[in-house]
């Protein structure tokens, strides 16, 4: 009795809270509308003989730049908008329809790919669960999720860290010539920085947008692109650097000028200090760039500057206590002050000896008056 009645409640739950099993009239109108537009619908036929691509770019964050590879990864959302006739219908019939979404994958989408992408495949991936947003005028609006690309920069350190740099990244179609897909020329909708996290050690000073022509990739049909470049402009946050590296060797720098007064001992021991600690700094400095010969890097030169400083002043030590120290003249030097003596008409006064060599000279008198 008791699984009986359980059985009757059961059903009576199913037939009335779920509906027998049936799609509310609104989702029946969708699911109809979305069968028609699919149907006979081929995602390798453009839509027009010339597509027009609205396309922009949301920067999200500078995740890294490696200067040693020349090599900026940033994180985007790209966006495309496109019009597809063969997606339009009339919202009256379809019960007041006006936008569905439906899956990437089904419908047609250019083949817009980042030109300097830096990985082995430049093209913007789409998921298996990526949808876009169709119109019923035909409009097609494809938000693609937050996509970590890396692209080639080409950097320009020589006045590192007050350095500025230009990174673009380039996008075009790369089987698509201009008679078939054309790309946006609206600038301030293709770039958008509202969301933007600011990097520790670049700020971000502006962005442009630049339209070029590329040469033709295949001999065989007219294949020329129109290339949008996004450009970053960037300006390195010094402060980092100048702690770490140029104050830090102004005040070794300081140490030397300090150092005059000290014992020579202590002077060659603070030199030689130096003089390591500017190897390793330049060593760390340089491991953050590629090795290039163009340009002398203005830290390079603040370091050899550093050096030669510190060699200026270990020369002038050994020099100094050299020509100061107490010993007697070479007999070399005595024959070259009588040549002078000659030549002047001059004579040089005899060096008085301290009272150690007096003593020296005395016991010696007297050691030879004795064993006589």
């Given at each position: 009795?008791?699984k009986?009645?359980?059985?009757?409640?059961?059903?009576c739950?199913?037939?009335?809270?779920?509906?027998g099993?049936?799609l509310p009239?609104?989702q029946?109108?969708?699911q109809?509308?979305i069968?028609?537009?699919?149907?006979?619908?081929?995602k390798?036929?453009?839509?027009?003989?010339?597509?027009?691509?609205?396309?922009?770019?949301?920067l999200q964050?500078?995740?890294?730049?490696d200067?040693?590879?020349?090599?900026?990864?940033?994180?985007?959302?790209?966006?495309q908008?496109?019009?597809?006739?063969?997606l339009?219908?009339?919202?009256?019939?379809?019960?007041?329809?006006?936008?569905v979404?439906?899956?990437?994958?089904?419908?047609?989408?250019?083949?817009?790919?980042?030109?300097?992408?830096?990985?082995?495949s430049?093209?913007?991936?789409v998921?298996?669960?990526?949808?876009?947003?169709v119109?019923?005028?035909?409009?097609?609006?494809m938000?693609?999720?937050?996509?970590t690309?890396?692209?080639?920069c080409?950097?320009?350190?020589?006045?590192?860290?007050?350095?500025?740099?230009?990174?673009?990244?380039?996008?075009?179609?790369?089987?698509?010539?201009?008679?078939?897909?054309v790309y946006?020329?609206?600038?301030?909708?293709?770039i958008?920085?509202?969301g933007?996290?600011?990097h520790?050690?670049?700020?971000?000073?502006?962005?442009?947008?630049?339209?070029t022509?590329?040469?033709?990739?295949?001999?065989?049909?007219?294949?020329?692109?129109?290339?949008?470049?996004?450009?970053?402009?960037?300006q390195?946050k010094?402060?980092f650097?100048m702690?770490?590296?140029?104050f830090?060797?102004?005040?070794?720098n300081?140490?030397?000028?300090?150092?005059?007064?000290?014992?020579?001992?202590?002077q060659i021991?603070?030199?030689?200090?130096?003089?390591?600690?500017y190897?390793?700094y330049?060593?760390?400095?340089s491991?953050?760039?590629?090795?290039?010969?163009?340009y002398?890097?203005m830290?390079?030169?603040?370091?050899l500057?550093s050096?030669?400083?510190?060699?200026?002043?270990m020369?002038?030590?050994?020099?100094?206590n050299?020509?100061?120290?107490?010993?007697?003249?070479?007999?070399?030097?005595?024959?070259?002050?009588g040549?002078?003596?000659?030549v002047?008409?001059?004579c040089f006064?005899?060096?008085k000896?301290?009272?150690?060599?007096?003593?020296?000279?005395?016991a010696i008198?007297?050691?030879?008056e004795?064993?006589r």
């Amino acid at each position: 009795m008791i699984k009986l009645l359980s059985f009757i409640i059961l059903v009576c739950y199913f037939f009335l809270f779920c509906n027998g099993g049936t799609l509310p009239t609104a989702q029946t109108d969708e699911q109809t509308l979305i069968t028609t537009l699919l149907t006979n619908y081929s995602k390798n036929i453009r839509p027009d003989e010339q597509v027009s691509i609205d396309i922009t770019a949301s920067l999200q964050q500078i995740v890294a730049i490696d200067e040693k590879q020349q090599i900026m990864t940033s994180s985007l959302f790209f966006s495309q908008s496109w019009i597809d006739s063969r997606l339009s219908w009339t919202p009256t019939a379809s019960n007041n329809i006006t936008v569905v979404m439906l899956p990437v994958k089904s419908l047609w989408i250019p083949d817009t790919m980042i030109l300097n992408s830096a990985d082995a495949s430049g093209y913007l991936t789409v998921s298996d669960y990526s949808l876009a947003s169709v119109y019923y005028t035909g409009q097609v609006y494809m938000i693609l999720p937050a996509l970590t690309i890396r692209t080639r920069c080409s950097f320009f350190v020589q006045k590192f860290p007050f350095d500025r740099q230009m990174c673009s990244i380039n996008l075009t179609s790369w089987s698509q010539g201009y008679n078939r897909i054309v790309y946006t020329e609206n600038r301030s909708l293709v770039i958008d920085t509202s969301g933007y996290s600011e990097h520790p050690l670049w700020k971000l000073s502006g962005t442009d947008l630049d339209i070029t022509d590329a040469a033709d990739r295949a001999p065989f049909e007219n294949t020329v692109n129109p290339i949008i470049s996004i450009q970053l402009f960037l300006q390195r946050k010094p402060l980092f650097f100048m702690m770490n590296g140029i104050f830090a060797c102004l005040i070794l720098n300081c140490v030397t000028l300090l150092s005059y007064p000290l014992p020579f001992a202590t002077q060659i021991g603070l030199c030689m200090t130096c003089f390591m600690t500017y190897s390793v700094y330049s060593l760390n400095f340089s491991s953050l760039f590629p090795q290039q010969s163009q340009y002398l890097m203005m830290i390079t030169l603040y370091f050899l500057l550093s050096i030669c400083w510190t060699l200026l002043s270990m020369t002038w030590f050994i020099m100094y206590n050299h020509f100061t120290a107490k010993a007697e003249m070479p007999k070399w030097l005595y024959t070259f002050c009588g040549l002078l003596q000659r030549v002047f008409c001059y004579c040089f006064p005899i060096p008085k000896q301290d009272d150690k060599s007096n003593q020296k000279k005395n016991a010696i008198a007297d050691n030879s008056e004795d064993q006589r």
